[in-house]
């Protein structure tokens, strides 16, 4: 009977490569460097409530500001404000900048580190230990997802499905759209409002 080779992990692929020197920097193992390139994206699956209630004030702010974006044009501020939401959201979430955000429906976690891209849920490949089956140093997005939704007020919008990606919204400004989806909509509500009174 063979015997059961141990998993490769990404973290000893990393040692393997790394130059051999007498030189080893003090208390850094490759594993806890590893990690650490998780750290920021699972502390805000774990203060994903307070993500949550941040986000809704910042989207009424920026709904606030509609009429400001719409005096300029949405499409000339496209690049400053993605500019800033590429480096904020990469900071905190490592934003791929899909174009379509849904971190309000996942947890904080962002979908698309999932090496498949699924938008709906994990694979049948977890590991045992939560991990990513194609990236064994990284906790499953849609683990974390879960675990995330259950610390928010609206979590159970986890449960609803998502459409499939749309890769002709990738590198844009999901804030901007959200704010002319909103803005239109309310728009949309005043409308038959304003024609009953002028009736
Ligand atoms: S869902 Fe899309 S926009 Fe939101 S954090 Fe992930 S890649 Fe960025």
Request: glycine share 6%; net charge positive.
């Amino acid at each position: 009977m063979s015997e059961k080779q141990p998993a490769v992990t990404q973290a000893t692929l990393v040692k393997k490569a790394a130059p051999k020197s007498d030189y080893k920097p003090a208390d850094v193992s490759p594993q806890r460097r590893v990690q650490r390139s998780f750290a920021v994206r699972l502390w805000s699956v774990r203060h994903s409530r307070l993500l949550e209630w941040f986000y809704s004030r910042f989207a009424d702010a920026f709904l606030l500001l509609h009429p400001l974006w719409k005096g300029i044009g949405y499409g000339r501020v496209e690049a400053p404000i993605k500019f800033v939401e590429k480096r904020v959201k990469g900071f905190m979430f490592d934003c791929r900048m899909c174009g379509q955000c849904v971190l309000s429906s996942t947890g904080m976690s962002c979908p698309m580190n999932c090496p498949k891209q699924l938008r709906n849920g994990p694979c049948g490949g977890v590991r045992a230990n939560g991990n990513c089956e194609v990236e064994p140093d990284m906790p499953c997005v849609w683990v974390k997802a879960w675990e995330g939704s259950r610390n928010m007020v609206h979590g159970d919008k986890i449960l609803d499905v998502q459409k499939p990606v749309d890769q002709s919204l990738r590198e844009t400004s999901a804030w901007l759209r959200v704010t002319a989806q909103a803005a239109a909509a309310r728009e949309a509500a005043q409308k038959p409002q304003n024609n009953g009174a002028s009736a």
